[in-house]
């Protein structure tokens, strides 16, 4: 019985959704995308499909690490801005504003072209461990969107940490738990609960800033649309299937994102 | 410097051409049909779900060349399009999808009395628009616009990768040139840094002329 009254529940949204409008919509950017299929060329696509797979697996690599990292850095951005001392707070500040006052662009060409070039004139990094790192792009492109998403990410954390009522803590404090696991148990679970909805739009937004580490030469799923485009003198193919490729990363990510947030109990503070 | 200037001409005209779509957009959301309106969402979804550079990259090419072939079409000469009028197009194009959200949230905070009252009024549609709809959804809008702004000023350095000379690139040929890398980058940010800051200012004062006359939330606790 149930089932059936979803079944019919589901039939009404869906010829509720389904409108004659929207109908004609539908075929016309069906009759766009087919004759983008059509009159478009397409016989690079199985020359650089590993290629293209590389290239995307790369992309969320780079999203995934940074996006991780960089949340590690910005907790403890955000809990000295929210509750620190002025000594703490007030670099946290500082790093704060200025990742978020200039491009992201200029922070990148600043560490890759700008200490890339002072590193080799000293010796002994030549000669240590880390220079066959130091000597490739990749790093660096990691080290800029990292401290980005931190300084983005500290910001909403400071938010998030500061809108944990007070009475959740002094109870904590009053149930004899140590300061750790206070944070532990009680302030960083419930700020992160608060967080999370930003937390989706700032990891789209990282998404959609690992393609400028294409310009420092790390190959990701821009860099490969860039050499396609070199390679065969088309203009927009490359471009069309790369922004399709973006859409889609984008769609599952606001979609995975939507289903952890289902979980969370709803009922905080 | 020229780099700088630019850059500011650049994130002017962005702003202005984002916020005249933003208002169309929407308007069209919330009064359209319904074809406008599944049309702008498909706008807002993809501009938004579309990283910039690729959206640049893709409308700056495509832009110019559409327009040459129009022009060819229609019999008349080729035209060059220079990097500032097309830069301005790209971004305000891309400022438009992001600013139609802010102000339709914007417009739907307005108290809905506010809007019956000027219709009960006899108001047409145009004035209604200049004196109560933009008026009265301001302080609604302006911190999102105002993020929007500070973004538009940082999205100005991606037209460096399209080749258009504004203070990110003029930054690189500057360092490459004295091979000062350091001291060029630094500089450069501290530029960015220093129009965020002074615009922050300024859009606090704007904030607090825009709510002007209405009962602060700190009273009412």
Redesign the interface.
């Known amino acids: 019985m149930a089932s059936e009254a979803t079944v019919i529940n589901m039939v009404a949204r869906t010829s509720l959704w389904l409108?004659p409008?929207?109908i004609v919509?539908i075929l016309v950017a069906l009759g766009l995308v087919l004759s983008a299929v059509f009159f478009m060329r397409w016989d690079w696509l199985p020359q650089y499909y590993e290629m293209g797979l590389l290239g995307i697996w790369r992309s969320l690599w780079i999203l995934a690490l940074t996006c991780a990292l960089g949340f590690l850095i910005a907790v403890p951005v955000g809990l000295a801005q929210a509750a620190g001392s002025f000594w703490f707070s007030a670099p946290a500040k500082v790093f704060c504003?200025?990742i978020?006052?200039?491009?992201?662009?200029?922070?990148l060409?600043?560490l890759y072209?700008?200490?890339g070039?002072?590193f080799p004139q000293y010796p002994w990094i030549r000669e240590s461990w880390m220079w066959p790192y130091l000597r490739q792009a990749w790093p660096y492109g990691v080290l800029a969107l990292t401290l980005s998403f931190a300084g983005y990410e500290g910001e909403v954390m400071r938010g998030a940490f500061a809108g944990v009522p007070k009475g959740q803590l002094e109870a904590a404090r009053a149930f004899g738990m140590s300061r750790w696991k206070i944070f532990r148990r009680i302030w960083l679970p419930q700020a992160f609960y608060r967080a999370l909805p930003t937390l989706t739009g700032e990891t789209?937004l990282q998404?959609?800033?690992?393609?400028?580490v294409a310009?420092i030469s790390v190959i990701d799923i821009?860099a490969v649309s860039s050499k396609v485009r070199q390679d065969t003198y088309l203009?927009?193919e490359p471009?069309?299937l790369?922004?399709l490729i973006?859409?889609t990363i984008?769609?599952i990510l606001v979609f995975t994102f939507g289903k952890i947030e289902a979980r969370i109990p709803n009922k905080i503070g | 410097m020229l780099g700088l200037l630019h850059s500011l001409e650049i994130a002017v005209g962005a702003t202005c051409v984002g916020l005249l779509i933003g208002i169309c957009g929407a308007y069209g959301k919330l009064y359209g049909g319904p074809v406008v309106r599944d049309l702008l969402a498909v706008y807002t979804t993809i501009v938004r779900a579309v990283p910039e550079l690729v959206l640049i990259l893709l409308l700056y090419y495509a832009g110019t060349d559409l327009i040459n072939q129009v022009l060819t079409a229609m019999g008349y000469q080729r035209i060059d399009i220079s990097g500032l009028v097309a830069g301005i197009a790209v971004l305000g194009f891309v400022q438009g999808a992001y600013s139609t959200e802010v102000m339709r949230g914007a417009i739907l905070a307005i108290p809905q009395g506010q809007i019956e009252a000027a219709r009960a009024y006899g108001m047409s549609p145009g004035l209604l628009l200049r004196r109560i709809t933009l008026p009265a959804m301001l302080p609604f809008a302006i911190p999102g616009l105002a993020n929007l702004w500070l973004i538009a000023t940082k999205d100005t350095a991606l037209l460096a990768v399209v080749g258009f000379f504004e203070l990110t690139l003029a930054t690189r040929q500057a360092a490459g040139v004295t091979k000062a890398y350091l001291i060029f980058y630094l500089a450069a940010g501290v530029l960015y840094l220093a129009v965020s800051l002074f615009s922050n200012l300024m859009l606090g004062r704007l904030e607090a002329w825009s709510r002007r006359g209405m009962p602060s939330v700190k009273d009412a606790r």
């Open positions: 409108q409008h929207r919509l504003t200025i978020r006052g200039t491009p992201l662009l200029l922070q060409w600043l072209y700008g200490l070039s002072l789209v998404l959609k800033s690992t393609p400028l310009t821009f203009t927009y471009l069309l790369l922004a973006y859409m984008t769609g």
